[in-house]
């Protein structure tokens, strides 16, 4: 299971990385591997305004379909847009390749809002 | 409590995701769904369908009882033959589809979905007891036999290094006995991926020791180990029916697309009559294959358009891994069913085209 120390972690098993006020969101390497095979993936348009824990999308493997739900609140400023392509982007480069959106922070997360690698390592272990 | 193959612990060492398969814990998939899926179109993949259910029935008096119970004509079978069938409810609606295999006029062995066992078996029985049929015996042997399906085009060449029983002489739906790795095995040359292969039947306790002379024989020729999720990708591309989607209580052989096994010119059958009524006044909807032509996953229960009318129901639907597009089964109102007809399936809130195709898919 590859977890990055480097990365925020929600409950719903998508990592953020923020930088200079821009969140990339993708999911995590336990949320593709419990997927199985990705075969599409539908992505918010850009200008769409999220608030936090809204769904902005779907990823669906060969046997199920999985909502996708805005870790941060913001506006979606970037979509990967490889991905309608090569959706199998997302199993075999989770945290690089297969990111999902960028999303232009309204207000930085609450404390608590998102999880360490290490509380998410907890949070898996209990699943 | 789940109730497990002879072959748990080894999916368990293989790192098999297992999930509740209709009250089995069963493997959903090894590798992937998609290699596996494509390791059977290209190479060959086995299959622990241990879970599957047989039910024995034997006496002088079998047959006159079977042509009652089935849909197909049983009368057609000689020794060492297997036909696909189905049993259906009074009213018409599907008990379950199933294999049948002739040993003797007085011996045959129905081969039955595993989440309906118990129910197969009471209906059988039911029949039985509200008949006349001096000599039938009606046993059910779901635990004296572990299955495997050994399917893909290098099937006959990995069983043929572990039994001397000539393969070649095994037509397609037809079965012997003989050996495999050393225990006495049911070889029979049927299967539910549309490839080239077998279904082995023996007792479960040779179950670990056939599948790992079947997984070292098949090494070399690319042989996997194939889980829940392919067998369903492999049988939709191929249009086989999976009771519970296609055919049920509530769906007749007419609508679910088996219409070929259902001889309404046979004397009698349980349910013959509304099949009968049905097909004069005009079967209401039809069991259609649609293929996306925008980009979606159709799935299980999403409704079917044209315009702005609903004309059916999807009844299963996955990512084709042949044909890397969206693919299904669905039920739709007679009259606009043709191929060729332009419908779209409601995905979310979204309308997404898709068309009318031949099936099979592949």
């Known amino acids: ?127 | 409590m789940l109730k497990t193959t002879p072959l748990n612990k080894i999916h368990r060492q293989l790192g098999a995701r297992m999930v509740d398969f209709g009250g089995w814990d069963m493997p959903v998939q090894y590798s992937g769904v998609i290699a596996e899926h494509l390791a059977v179109r290209t190479a060959a993949g086995l299959f622990d369908v241990s879970h599957m259910g047989e039910i024995e029935v034997r006496g002088a008096d079998a047959l006159a009882y079977i042509q009652q119970l089935t849909t197909n004509d049983a009368s057609k079978l000689s020794d060492g033959q297997v036909q696909y069938s189905a049993m259906c409810y009074k009213n018409g609606g599907v008990v379950d589809d199933l294999t049948l295999y002739r040993f003797a006029a007085d011996h045959y062995l129905f081969c039955v979905n595993a989440s309906n066992i118990e129910k197969d078996f009471a209906w059988m029985q039911e029949v039985l007891n509200n008949g006349e049929y001096t000599d039938v015996s009606l046993t059910n042997r779901s635990d004296s036999f572990a299955q495997l399906a050994l399917q893909g085009p290098r099937a006959d060449a990995i069983l043929a290094k572990l039994t001397d029983t000539d393969l070649e002489a095994i037509e397609y739906y037809r079965f012997a006995e003989g050996e495999v790795a050393g225990a006495a095995t049911i070889i029979s040359r049927t299967g539910y991926t549309g490839e080239a292969g077998f279904e082995l039947y023996f007792a479960p306790e040779q179950a670990e020791t056939i599948w790992q002379a079947l997984m070292e024989a098949g090494a070399p020729e690319g042989l996997l180990p194939i889980g829940l999720g392919a067998r369903d990708t492999l049988r939709l591309e191929k249009k086989y029916a999976l009771y519970g989607h296609e055919l049920s209580s509530q769906i007749t052989p007419l609508e679910g697309g088996i219409a070929w096994i259902t001889k309404l010119d046979k004397p009698s059958f349980i349910g013959k009559e509304p099949l009968c009524q049905m097909k004069n006044a005009g079967v209401p909807r039809r069991l259609v294959g649609l293929r996306m032509t925008e980009p979606g996953v159709p799935r299980e229960h999403y409704p079917v358009f044209i315009g702005d009318q609903e004309v059916g129901i999807v009844t299963s639907g996955t990512m084709s891994p042949s044909l890397r597009v969206g693919i299904a089964l669905a039920l739709i109102s007679t009259g606009h069913h043709s191929i060729g007809t332009e419908v779209s399936i409601g995905i979310r809130n979204r309308q997404v085209a898709a068309e009318i195709v031949k099936t099979p898919f592949v």
């Not at chain 1, 591997?33 to 993936?41: E, N, P, R, T």
């Open chain 1, 1 to 127: 299971m590859d977890i990055r120390n480097e990365l925020k972690y929600s409950k719903d098993h998508e990592w953020v990385r923020i930088e200079d006020g821009i969140a990339t969101v993708g999911i995590s390497d336990f949320a593709q591997q419990a997927l199985g095979d990705v075969v599409f993936v539908e992505l918010p348009e850009i200008g769409t305004t999220l608030s936090t824990g809204q769904t902005f999308g779907v990823v669906e493997s060969v046997k199920a379909v999985s909502d996708i739900y805005a870790p941060v609140a913001g506006e979606v400023v970037s979509i990967n847009e490889e991905l309608p392509d090569t959706p199998d982007q997302i199993n075999s480069s989770p945290y690089e390749d297969g990111w999902l959106v960028k999303i232009k922070l309204a207000d930085s997360p609450a404390d608590g809002e998102l999880m360490d690698a290490e509380a998410y390592r907890a949070c898996i272990a209990e699943q």
